[in-house]
C-alpha cells in the first residue's frame, strides 16, 4: 500500500514549456485534489475532482488543466508554464466526508525559469 | 467563506515543556473537520489529528491533543514535551461538508514555524 504517490519530485521549467504532474493512490478514493505551496504559506487548491472522469476548478486554477481518466490517477498540467507558477505541488485523496483528509503526496518542486 | 487564521509565524520552545499553537477558524457551516498538519524540512505534510465539529471530548493523539473551543472557534494544538524533532511548520486546517456534486474542500491557515530549544 503505498497511499499517495507523485511524479516527478522535482522539475525545472523554461517559460513556455509544458509538462503534466502525475498524482496517483491506491486506497481507491473518490476525491483527489492538486494543491500548490508558496513560500511562507498555506496550501491552496488548484483543482479537485469527485470521481472518474470529474474535475472542477479550486481557488488558484488559472494555466492549469487537469485529467482524471483512471480513478487512481489525477494529472495535472502546465501548457505555458510561467515564473509565477514556481511552488511546491502536493496532491492530496480523501474519502467523501469531511473527515478524511489524512493522505498527501510527498510533494513535486518545479522551478519555471 | 472560510477563513483559518493563525497569528503565530514563530514560537521558540525549551525542550520538554509543552507548547500551544494558536488556530482560530470561521464558517457559517454546522458540519466541519479541523486538523492539524506537521511539515518538516524535508517538505512532506504529515497529519497529526482531527477534531469533528460535533465531537464533544478534545482529540488526542499521543503527545498532540487539539483544545477544540466551538464557541470561540478555536482549535489549539498542544503538544505536551517537546522533542527536538518537533521542529517544523505547524498548518491548521479546515475542511467541510460534500456538496451534491463537490467534493468537501480543505482550506490551509499560514503556519506557525515551531523551533525546539535543546
Known amino acids: 500500500n503505498a497511499g499517495v504517490t507523485q511524479t516527478p519530485k522535482f522539475r525545472v521549467l523554461k517559460t513556455g514549456q509544458s509538462m503534466t504532474l502525475l498524482c496517483a493512490q491506491d486506497?481507491?478514493?473518490?476525491?483527489m485534489y492538486w494543491y500548490r505551496q508558496d513560500p511562507g504559506m498555506g496550501l491552496r487548491l488548484i483543482h479537485y475532482?469527485?470521481?472518474?472522469?470529474?474535475?472542477a476548478k479550486g481557488e488558484v486554477p488559472d494555466g492549469y488543466n487537469v485529467s482524471r481518466l483512471k480513478k487512481q490517477n489525477f494529472l495535472l498540467g502546465l501548457e505555458s508554464a510561467a515564473p509565477s507558477q514556481t511552488s511546491v505541488y502536493f496532491c492530496?485523496?480523501?474519502?467523501?466526508?469531511?473527515?478524511?483528509?489524512?493522505?498527501f503526496g510527498p510533494g513535486t518542486r518545479l522551478t519555471v525559469l | 467563506a472560510q477563513k483559518i487564521t493563525q497569528t503565530q509565524p514563530g514560537m521558540f520552545v525549551q525542550e520538554k515543556e509543552a507548547v500551544t499553537l494558536d488556530c482560530t477558524y470561521d464558517?457559517?457551516?454546522?458540519?466541519?473537520?479541523l486538523f492539524w498538519y506537521k511539515q518538516p524540512s524535508s517538505g512532506e505534510m504529515i497529519f497529526l489529528i482531527y477534531?469533528?465539529?460535533?465531537?464533544?471530548q478534545n482529540a488526542t493523539e499521543g503527545r498532540y491533543s487539539l483544545n477544540f473551543q466551538k464557541a470561540r472557534k478555536s482549535a489549539n494544538l498542544v503538544i505536551s514535551a517537546s522533542q527536538l524533532g518537533d521542529s517544523a511548520m505547524y498548518f491548521c486546517?479546515?475542511?467541510?461538508?460534500?456538496?451534491?456534486?463537490?467534493?468537501?474542500?480543505?482550506?490551509f491557515g499560514s503556519g506557525t514555524r515551531l523551533s525546539i530549544r535543546p
Open positions: 486546517a479546515m475542511s467541510d461538508p460534500p456538496g451534491y456534486s463537490s467534493a468537501s474542500k480543505i482550506i
Open positions: 464558517t457559517s457551516d454546522q458540519s466541519y473537520g
Open positions: 477534531q469533528g465539529s460535533y465531537d464533544e
Open positions: 486506497m481507491n478514493h473518490e476525491y
Open positions: 492530496a485523496s480523501s474519502y467523501s466526508n469531511f473527515a478524511g483528509w489524512k493522505f
Open positions: 475532482s469527485v470521481g472518474e472522469g470529474t474535475t
